[in-house]
């Protein structure tokens, strides 16, 4: 099964639906994914067939069982008298063993088989959410919390694994043990059928009632664990900043609060499953003794055999535990239908930045960049563009400076040209090419970003730098870290570019994150080098060294620079100013502070603490 198919839904779905923590999925919704996940496993028919197969001999050898068990009696009770038959006796009894060896086969080729079309479809089904988030647009992942969607890939996803052996092939098991059985019962004696299978009800009620609870409570103290995981998460996050402010008691006073509130939900659910699992039991000892006094009468009187209600008593014993397993069908019902909803709600969400049909790969000759008119407003901010009107063209070699103050739009206007975002209006071309009209891979690998933030993985430097080329030879990796001035250090390094980096790189400093992110974009080699901030927590020195390093590199592209600090613009051929989303100013340096405007001021705001440090100097 492809990726393709197992996303194949209709309609647009609002994200925050997907990760309601809830059991009030609307009803249509709820059958509907149901129906889809049967769909999904039938997908699979050699397994199923097995598995539908075994469960049917199994169910059949276990109803055997009984019968032959109550003829063993009679047949035991007759030895020493004329009608004695020894041999039939060791035949009933050689029978028994194979029919019993028979269901343990036939029981583990279900539960294999079951399982094994379970784990396929998780197998699928975790494929397609991966890809599914790896295609999702920025947009999406801005209004919603990766814990939520490590939640769908993991928790809901395995409810719907669960299904075909749960539910599916339960039904099946339950109906001919149930079924078959409840009608060898009755139809053997009618009143002390009804007698045996009186508990039955009962128990089916309470089991069924037992495990919806379960159910309802489960996704409750899912919710109070969470808590507990973020209260942790932020607490070892943040571990610096509690020991300096000795809060530690605040914390773990937090963190005990969310923890009661955790204990008393599992209290009440073991009260749930304690209570209800007695009564059930209570139920089936009660029913049993009926049958006992009921079924003695009968067996004193002549009218019944022991061997016939023996097989009365092992008919209870074989149905106790399905009976008590229809909770746990209706549960898995109920767990695959709010679990299948929420999947499925993600997979079939529509990628708003996704690739054309029929879309060719862009095909870069000249390089040049050009924004006509461009204009962007996040989702739920309609009303407030974050960038209106922004028009420019910039060409191989030239470098393009992009200033202005905090939520004048410049890291939006950049993550625009490499496609993170669709512009609502106006277009981006890349050589004439609008890049909405060619394959998103085609233009991530000719328009690279320098983040603000510098995430790294957990691996070794080497494989941090070359990320976006794992094939890359040690000549470039070394090259890319050269240019970004972080060779140097990382040679004086016991492992050199072998250095194992920790999570989100914070064995490093900001600046040498910073770097190190530098060099993984170089490595790209791209036509368009987009540096949004990336180089405010490096040093001024270490930053001109850099800009000198990028020189050759920069004329066989265009680079734009996002900065706060100006001196980091000066050499730009170019700069922008925006404000509110619009450019308001644009020349060169030396032009823009002899306009004595914007960035004059803000030039001067930045220059001012340096000449006032001079003049206070002995």
């Not at 009661?260 to 039991?281: G, Y």
């Not at 909803?341 to 029929?358: N, T």
């Not at 404000?579 to 100013?585: F, L, N």
Request: proline share 3%.
């Amino acid at each position: 099964m492809t990726n393709t198919a197992v996303a194949n839904g209709s309609g647009a779905t609002d994200p925050k639906r997907i990760f309601r923590r809830t059991e009030s999925t609307a009803a249509g919704e709820g059958v509907n994914a149901v129906s889809r996940i049967t769909r999904m496993c039938l997908a699979y028919p050699g397994r199923v067939a097995v598995a539908m197969i075994a469960t049917v001999l199994a169910a059949a050898a276990q109803l055997s069982i009984p019968v032959l068990l109550g003829r063993a009696v009679d047949a035991t009770q007759a030895i020493g008298s004329a009608t004695a038959d020894e041999a039939a006796l060791r035949t009933i009894a050689l029978t028994l063993l194979a029919v019993s060896v028979l269901r343990g086969l036939f029981t583990l080729a279900q539960n294999y088989s079951a399982e094994s079309v379970g784990h396929a479809l998780a197998h699928d089904l975790r494929l397609a959410v991966y890809d599914k988030i790896q295609r999702l647009p920025f947009s999406f992942h801005d209004r919603t919390h990766s814990g939520d969607l490590i939640t769908v890939g993991m928790l809901d996803l395995e409810g719907v694994r669960m299904y075909f052996s749960t539910a599916l092939v339960r039904t099946v098991l339950l109906t001919l043990l149930l079924g078959i059985g409840a009608y060898l019962l009755i139809s053997t004696h009618a009143l002390l059928g009804i007698l045996a299978l009186s508990f039955a009800p009962f128990a089916a009620w309470r089991s069924t009632a037992m495990q919806l609870t379960l159910r309802k409570t489960w996704l409750i103290l899912q919710e109070k664990l969470a808590i507990l995981s973020r209260v942790m998460e932020e607490n070892l996050a943040g571990i610096r900043v509690v020991r300096a402010f000795s809060s530690a008691p605040h914390e773990m006073k937090k963190f005990d609060a969310a923890s009661e509130e955790a204990l008393a939900l599992s209290h009440r659910r073991i009260d749930v499953r304690v209570k209800s699992t007695s009564a059930m039991t209570l139920a089936f000892f009660a029913a049993m003794g009926a049958v006992l006094l009921y079924g003695g009468t009968l067996v004193a009187e002549g009218e019944m055999s022991v061997g016939t209600l023996a097989t009365f008593l092992t008919f209870m014993t074989i149905l106790q535990m399905p009976v008590r397993q229809l909770g746990l069908m209706v549960n898995a019902y109920a767990r695959a239908s709010t679990c299948g909803a929420r999947l499925f709600a993600l997979l079939d969400m529509p990628v708003e930045v996704d690739d054309a049909e029929g879309a060719p790969d862009l095909k870069v000759t000249e390089g040049t960049l050009r924004l006509d008119n461009v204009a962007f407003a996040y989702q739920g901010a309609e009303g407030h563009r974050a960038v209106t009107g922004i028009s420019f063209e910039a060409r191989k070699g030239e470098t393009v400076g992009i200033v202005g103050p905090p939520g004048s739009g410049k890291t939006t206007l950049m993550h625009l040209i490499p496609r993170f975002y669709d512009v609502d209006a106006g277009s981006i071309t890349i050589d004439g090419q609008d890049i909405r009209d060619v394959t998103l891979s085609s233009v991530r690998q000719a328009v690279a970003v320098v983040q603000q933030d510098s995430f790294l993985f957990t691996t070794s430097i080497e494989n941090n730098i070359a990320y976006g080329d794992p094939r890359a030879t040690d000549s470039r990796i070394e090259r890319s870290a050269g240019s970004a001035q972080l060779h140097d250090w990382v040679v004086g390094l016991p492992e050199r570019y072998g250095t194992v980096v920790g999570e989100r790189g914070v064995s490093l400093s900001g600046g040498q994150r910073q770097r190190l992110s530098i060099a993984r974009t170089l490595m790209l080699e791209p036509a368009v080098l987009i540096f949004d901030d990336s180089t405010a927590a490096i040093d001024a020195g270490t930053e001109s060294r850099i800009r000198k390093g990028l020189r050759d590199y920069a004329a066989d592209r265009v680079t734009l620079i996002v900065a706060h600090r100006l001196s980091s613009l000066s050499h730009a051929d170019r700069i922008l100013f925006l404000e509110d989303g619009r450019i308001v100013e644009q020349g060169t340096h030396d032009e823009l502070i002899a306009l004595g405007g914007r960035y004059a001021a803000l030039h001067e705001l930045q220059m001012r603490p340096e000449a006032d440090m001079m003049e206070a100097q002995p």
